[in-house]
């Protein structure tokens, strides 16, 4: 019996080491597709050249890349800063399938490289799609990024214009509580770049009912109150700022600088100036 037995176990032994020499030396089709994985959550982890280099070794040696693939590759390539490599996926997603690539690649190229011309054809390609309905790209109304990159592009006007038809479309397919405190925000940005400190302070208003801890928004609204003579509540404002912003509340990503974020240098630096 156990003669048999060391036979079956040393049979086994056998067929498995045979088995990882064949996967390991011919490297069949589930090698690469394994690999890729490897890669992937090797990047995920820290490991951001050895991923690559995985990575890059099965797409070349895989028959068939889906557009879902190299958009998953690329937001890692994002998140890790390797711009180039999350373009060149994001190309190749692009290009297989738009409908469904479009919205993330106009959305990363608005966030992540502030290149707004480029960002409105790929948000336009996108909206295209559904002319009868205003999607979302990430978790943006696709009309307030369009508005920001009007708004990056200096066309103050045209950014107000997607602004309010941003809140629009959210208050007609749900509330005024669906509306996220960042598109208040940035209407009253935009106003106060027109100048007209007034209208700018309603929507600061507006952000910090929608979010009391808003320290950007008690920043900026200073500022407004006091380009509109209203110098006391001006500088208690921005000392509201700094006082929330001291205490970690300030709107912010992981991975990109938000538009019109704050600093605490930059209010205590504001402040110390108004003050001499």
Known sequence: MIKWLKRILGGIFTILVLAIALFVIVKPQPYYILKLLVGSQSQWFGYDGEGNEMIEEALD?????????????????????????????????????????DDYYGWVLLYYYRDYN?????????????????????????????????????NYSK??????????????DHDENWISHQLYYQKARTLQLLNKPEEAIIFYDKTIDS?????????????????????????????????????GHKT????????????????????SELKQ
């Open 61 to 101: 040696n895989s028959p068939f890349v889906s557009a879902s693939q190299y958009h998953s590759i690329s937001v890692q390539n994002t998140k890790n800063g390797n711009y180039d490599k999350a373009i060149e996926y994001l190309n190749k997603a692009s290009e297989m399938e738009p409908e469904n690539a």
């Open 118 to 154: 480029k960002a409105l054809t790929y948000l336009n390609r996108y909206d295209s799609y559904t002319p009868d309905y205003v999607d979302y790209v990430s978790d943006d109304n696709i009309l307030y990024a369009k508005g920001l990159c009007y708004k990056g592009l200096k």
């Open 252 to 271: 912010s990503d992981s991975y990109v600088e938000l538009f019109d974020e704050v600093y605490l240098q930059q209010i205590e630096r504001s402040l």
């Open 211 to 247: 979010w009391e801890r808003s320290s950007e928004s008690f920043y900026y609204k200073g500022l407004a109150q006091l380009a509109a003579n209203d110098t006391t509540n001006g500088l208690e404002s921005i000392q509201t700022a700094l006082d929330l912003i001291k205490k």
């Open 159 to 172: 950014a107000l214009e997607l602004f309010d038809l941003a809140i629009e479309s959210e208050l007609t």
